[in-house]
């Protein structure tokens, strides 16, 4: 009989070789090649001038503006002194201009798309947790408000419950957070009266007001284990049709609260031949509220180290060197984890830090937090 | 056994290439059959991989959904549970049936989505979840009319992104804008979205005039912690909405259109079954021709066992070389039944499948093993045979024909117990629908294996039948009774497929005579109308308010009946439900059982009941007297069945109820068809010409006369057995190939005996008519052997297949043409296989035939 089974093994063998070499069937993916038609940014208003702020109604959206985000850090402990860094935002994008609201029948038919991010550094646990979240602002599904001033995405919620209290709630995948914040400071205008120009066109710009020091208390939930914290938060308030200028590749930007009552604002915006541009500046917080401007040439920002992402393989300034002669400030800033990368619709490094240095003389500590964008991918797009 | 000398192969070898017509239809019986089990096997499994892709388009890893029934979920329901924080993926839909006469007027399913909440679900869709700009979104967004089309679409038709288009939405044709074009990442995909076209919910609603609506919200919830998650998302719910399980959704439409697929493998079955007796007859031949040289081989010293690993290894050569040609056959036939089997999925289970060929490598390994295994299986008798022959002794044919006399009668006791086990287990038990068709099989070939004996029984009497016409009238007969080695097997064959012709026919033809009467029945109006472009049979697109307002006002129009059709959740899955407003329904109706007079069950009907079709009485099995349950506007609700009705217009089955009670229930008032009664002496003809010219400016409908609507309903019944009509016709081919072959080889072997007969001064004309009433004859045995079994194939596919398959019984409605056209099939076939082999015999003179050997 052997002819007859080496026949079948023979059959068999060449079937299985078939079998095996046939082509698999790969999951479906399909790029979406969506008409690219900038929206005519001529309907919205740009940000060419000074203009007077009027708090609550500017704590609340300004969808005259295509751009906007209400921007929020902070530094929490435990009472036991476990670490937490936050970051909470919520970006609006306007894609069809105000003056074209109600053309559209369906309550779905969107004005604005609202991007969240959610993003929480457990230092003592080694993690780094981010999350993003997107609604069209529509059909209740996303939206801002003011009087009270109010945002939110699904469930995600930024809502003033007082006069200078607000809570932010976020939740996602065993991750969140639930702060209660209180302003004693007040808002503080950046630039010149809250006018912050970002290039040499005037448009070149955005509106911008920060509150530096929000006494924070609340919980923040890790794999679903809660922790009751306290701290600082600082939140940033930015609308703008167009800020960025040619030329400009991203920002490192420094939020920083020391311990003697001070905050410092800094940003730097890199340009593609890798030079500093001339429109960045920063400020000076005073215990009272006040403020000092600094221009470019006020601050020199080091780094002596770098740290290459493994999520997006960009390399990241890490830790700086920060002085401010005119202020008599000089300080170091370290971050309590490298990889706080956001690897979301857009990639960049939102961390909390902890600083020390001195000011006037006497040895401060402190902590803040610092953003570095367009390292992974260039960033002068969508928000 | 320890040695087979590589050189015996060489004697199988030389015999197949010294028999070059032999082998060559031995090859074409075998690659015939496989190619017609490839072919089927190829078009179910497109049809079925279409069908699954364009479920796993639309349904996406959706485990659960939202359904709010037929008028959909107000908006506010997604919203709400999306603010609820439940760390539930859920994506919103609302999608609707859509043709574009610049994208061919073909059917396309117009998904409006979330892009935001699509990710989880339909994640193929979009890739710019990482790194892409938000800006090309907008023009999707924001652009009133914008969809998404594939790649594939937009090449095939030439439209670029900011191309407008016209929409053609439930009859009426509206603004759109290509936004973009979607590029699929591999031909799966591709195939997917041939169907399929995106918008944003908000666009949808705007098109199709849903304002406020959606559709339904996807869900994943994860196994473990499902029920919890559904009772949390019910309490957020409104009554009317219900979270159902994705499965369902489609469970009964793949129930269905697998029967219909087990339906086509098992006709595809019969061309291996009938290929077999082929191989069988051929290999058999081969070896009583050698029984001399096998003797010899023998006397030289070649053991039994090597003869008959010499004469498997023949079959295994031929069935190697028939099965690859039968693949590549197959493939080729496949794609042509790839189209076939896809428009009658579609036309008769009104599934949206996609187009397209997948051809699985299981199926060339099935078709491969499936031809060799079955000319292993037809050869091992005769290698037995050969194996047993004698060292140097010649046996002659009679002595072979005499033993064979008493394996007919064996065969013959077997085959009819076969065929009686076969039929009484049909009868009696319940069985599945594969199992039935193997206790078709078995009644098939039980009678098959009849046949050689009663023919060999019969030939006596035929020849004192045919005695008038001379000695030709004798010698024809006795010379098929002799030669039965040969012809049986041919004669078997050829019964099988003539069997199958008639039960198939008789099958369809009954089964078309019933939709004859059932539709006499149903339609008693003049004038049918329907969105164009719904099913003829299932229409659920609505008719525009305007168009049924302007018929009411229709000059001698006496009545309008209205008719909504729609699918409604229920706790077994979507079930169809078709309520109509016509008082005399339960006139119009064949009741196969019911709780009093069609008048009593209709007042029920009106009262709240409702009545049930056969398929669905079946699939659900529930009858008269039973409950019915179905989630409604006011959460689930108990239904009497009054009734069961027949019904053929869906195998899917549908209940029937009363209208005003159906728009309390479900909230919704859409018109899906109506029907129109023309006052006496109208001429309708005109009314359906004025009617079409007056409100297709209004939405495009199909009006139909009452004429026209049968004849159209009857045109897609024959359109859906035109693929079983293919198959029946390579299947008698098969068995055409048979006969041809046995009537070569018996021509083969009687060379001599036709050499003395023509020697003794039979003429040409003789030589023709003694071939050929001997070819005649076997045809004419198998067909009229056919006959009783055709029927009896009839029966078990009428009661028994058509229930178990699509859930309706048929009444046998005998007709004669089936018979009378499977005598000329078998007696022509027959012939036709005899003119070559008489002309053979016609070609070579006396002395010559006689010299052979």
């Known amino acids: ?64 503006f295509q751009t906007e985000w209400w921007y929020y850090t902070g530094n929490l402990d ?37 991007m969240g991010h959610l993003a929480v550094s457990d230092v003592d646990g080694g993690e780094f947790y981010a999350h993003q979240r997107l609604a069209r602002g529509a059909s209740g599904l996303a939206g801002a408000e003011n009087a009270p001033y109010h945002v939110w995405l699904e469930d995600w919620t930024i809502k003033q419950t007082n006069v200078n209290k607000y809570i932010l709630f976020a939740t996602n995948e065993g991750i969140a957070i639930e702060l209660t914040l209180t302003d004693d400071k007040g808002p503080v205008l950046q630039g010149d009266g809250g006018y912050s120009q970002k290039g040499p066109d005037p448009g070149n710009a955005s509106y911008y007001y920060s509150q530096t020091r929000l006494q924070t208390e609340g919980m923040i939930t890790i794999d679903g284990e809660e922790f009751a914290v306290s701290g600082l938060s600082w939140k940033d308030h930015e609308y703008s049709t167009s800020a960025m200028a040619t030329g400009q590749v991203g920002w490192d930007w420094f939020s920083i609260q020391i311990d003697d009552g001070y905050e410092i604002m800094l940003y730097q915006i890199r340009r593609d031949d890798g030079s500093i541009d001339p429109f960045s500046s920063g400020a000076l917080i005073a215990p009272d509220g006040s403020s000092v401007q600094l221009a470019a040439q006020d601050f020199v920002i080091e780094s002596g180290d770098t740290w290459r992402s493994p999520h997006s393989n960009a390399e990241y300034p890490m830790g700086w060197t920060i002085s401010i002669p005119s202020q008599d400030l000089q300080i170091e800033l370290t971050p309590y984890l490298e990889d706080q990368e956001l690897n979301l619709a857009f990639i960049y490094w939102e961390g909390a830090v902890w600083m020390s240095g001195s000011h006037n003389g006497i040895g401060v500590g402190g902590n803040g937090y610092v953003e570095m964008t367009g390292y992974a991918q260039p960033f002068n797009g969508d928000f | 056994m320890a040695s087979f000398s590589p050189s015996l192969l060489k004697v199988g070898w030389r015999y197949l290439i010294s028999h070059p017509l032999q082998t060559a239809l031995m090859l074409l019986g075998i690659a015939l059959g ?90 193929y869709l979009y890739t710019n979840t990482n790194g892409g700009s938000m800006e090309q979104m907008d023009a999707f967004f924001t652009i009133p009319g914008a969809i998404l089309i594939s790649t594939e679409l937009s090449e095939q038709y030439g439209l670029q992104p900011g191309d407008a288009i016209e929409l053609n939405l439930n009859g009426r044709l509206l603004p759109g804008l290509i936004a973009g074009v979607i590029e699929p990442q591999d031909d799966l995909s591709r195939r997917a979205l041939q169907t399929i076209v995106l918008a944003d919910i908000s666009t949808v609603q705007e098109l199709s005039g849903r304002l406020g609506f959606i559709e339904r919200i996807d869900l994943i919830l994860p196994t473990e912690q499902e029920a919890g998650l559904i009772a949390q998302i019910e309490d957020l719910l409104p009554a009317s909405a219900v979270v159902l399980a994705a499965e369902g959704r489609n469970r009964t439409v793949e129930d269905l259109t697998g029967a219909f697929q087990t339906n086509l493998a098992a006709l595809s079955m019969l061309g291996l079954v009938v290929g077999l007796f082929l191989i069988y007859n051929t290999m058999t031949f081969s070896v009583v021709q050698r029984r001399q040289s096998f003797g010899t081989l023998r006397a030289l010293g070649t053991t039994g066992r090597e003869i008959f690993i010499l004469v498997l290894s023949e079959a295994l050569l031929v069935g190697i070389i028939g099965s690859l040609l039968g693949v590549g056959l197959g493939i080729i036939f496949g794609r042509g039944a790839v189209e076939l089997v896809t428009q009658t999925i579609n036309d008769v289970f009104y599934a949206q499948t996609v187009r397209g060929v997948s051809i699985p490598p299981s199926s060339f390994i099935k078709g491969a093993l499936l031809g060799l295994g079955t000319t292993l299986v037809a050869a091992l008798i005769p290698a037995w045979e050969a194996a047993k022959s004698p060292p140097r002794s010649t046996l002659s044919r009679s002595q072979l024909e005499s033993t064979l006399g008493k394996l007919l009668r064996t065969a013959a006791i077997l085959g009819a117990a076969m065929a009686v086990v076969s039929a009484f287990l049909l009868i009696r038990i319940d069985l599945n629908l594969t199992a039935s068709f193997a206790g078709i099989f078995g009644v098939v070939i039980g009678f098959a294996l009849t046949t050689p004996w009663i023919t060999q029984q019969l030939m006596p009497l035929v020849a004192r039948l045919l005695a008038p016409i001379g000695p030709l009238g004798r010698m024809a007969p006795r010379e098929v009774s002799n030669s039965a080695s040969r012809t049986s097997p041919a004669m078997a064959a050829l019964m099988v497929a003539v069997a199958v012709t008639i039960g198939a026919s008789l099958m369809v033809g009954s089964f078309r005579a019933s939709v004859i009467d059932w539709l006499g029945v149903i339609l008693r109006n003049d004038i049918y109308v329907s969105v164009a472009g719904s099913n003829l049979a299932e229409p659920m697109v609505a008719i525009a308010p305007e168009a049924i307002e302007r018929i009411n006002a229709w000059p001698n129009v006496e009545a309008v009946h209205l008719l909504r059709l729609v699918q409604v959740e229920s706790p077994q899955g979507p079930i169809t439900v078709s309520a109509n407003d016509n008082p005399n329904d339960g006139d119009e109706q064949v009741f196969l059982e019911g709780e009093g007079t069609s008048q009593q069950i209709w007042e029920a009907v009106k009262a709240g009941a409702m009545i049930i079709s056969e398929p669905l009485a079946n699939h659900l099995g529930l009858g008269a007297g039973d409950e019915i349950r179905l989630f409604t506007q006011q959460g689930e609700k108990a239904f009497h069945i009054a009734a069961v009705f027949r019904d053929y217009s869906s195998s899917r089955g549908n209940v029937t109820m009363w209208l005003p009670n159906y728009q309390e229930l479900w909230g919704d008032e859409a018109v899906t068809a109506l029907s129109v009664k023309a006052a006496a002496g109208t001429d309708v003809d005109a009314m359906v010409d004025d009617m079409r010219a007056e409100l297709n400016q209004i939405q495009f409908l199909e009006i139909r006369s009452n004429l026209a609507l049968r004849s159209e309903t009857l045109v897609i019944f024959d359109q859906s057995f035109l693929i079983t009509n293919a198959l029946q016709l390579i299947t008698t081919a098969v068995a055409f190939v048979g006969v041809l072959s046995a009537m070569l080889s018996l021509q083969l072997e009687k060379q001599r005996q036709m050499g003395i007969l023509k020697a003794i001064g039979l003429s040409q004309r003789q030589v023709w008519a003694l071939t050929l009433l001997e070819t005649g004859l076997i045809g004419a045995i198998a067909g009229l052997l056919a006959l009783p079994t055709g029927y009896a194939v009839a029966q078990i596919l009428l009661r028994l297949i058509n229930r178990l398959s699509f859930g309706w019984t048929l009444q046998m409605h005998l007709q004669p043409e089936p018979f009378i056209q499977a005598m000329a099939i078998a007696i022509g076939a027959a012939l036709l296989a005899g003119l070559y082999p008489a002309y053979r015999a016609t070609q070579r003179s006396a002395a010559d035939a006689m010299r052979f050997d």
Do not use: C
């Open chain 2, 34 to 123: 496989v190619s017609v089990a490839v072919s089927v096997d190829v078009a179910n499994a497109s049809a079925a991989r279409g069908f699954e892709l364009s479920i796993e388009a639309v349904t996406g890893r959706s485990t659960h959904y939202v359904s709010g029934g037929p008028s959909g979920l107000a908006e506010e329901t997604y919203t709400d549970l999306r603010r609820a924080g439940l760390e539930v993926p859920m994506a919103p839909i609302l999608s609707q049936m859509i043709s574009s006469p610049d994208l061919g007027d073909i059917p396309l399913q117009l998904l409006g989505i979330d892009p935001f909440a699509e990710e989880p679900f339909r994640s």
């Open chain 1, 78 to 114: 435990t009472a036991d002194g476990r670490h937490f860094g936050y970051e909470f935002t919520i970006f609006r994008r306007g894609i069809l201009p105000p003056d074209r609201a109600g053309e559209r029948p369906s309550d779905w038919a969107a004005q604005q798309i609202y």
């Open chain 1, 1 to 64: 009989m052997r002819p007859a089974i080496i026949f079948v093994v023979v059959i068999l063998l060449i079937a299985s070789g078939v079998y095996a070499l046939w082509p698999k069937q790969s999951d479906p993916v399909i790029a979406a090649q969506v008409l690219a038609t900038p929206v005519p940014a001529e309907g919205f208003a740009r940000a060419d001038g000074p203009r007077p702020f009027d708090f609550p109604t500017d704590f609340g959206p300004h969808f005259d």
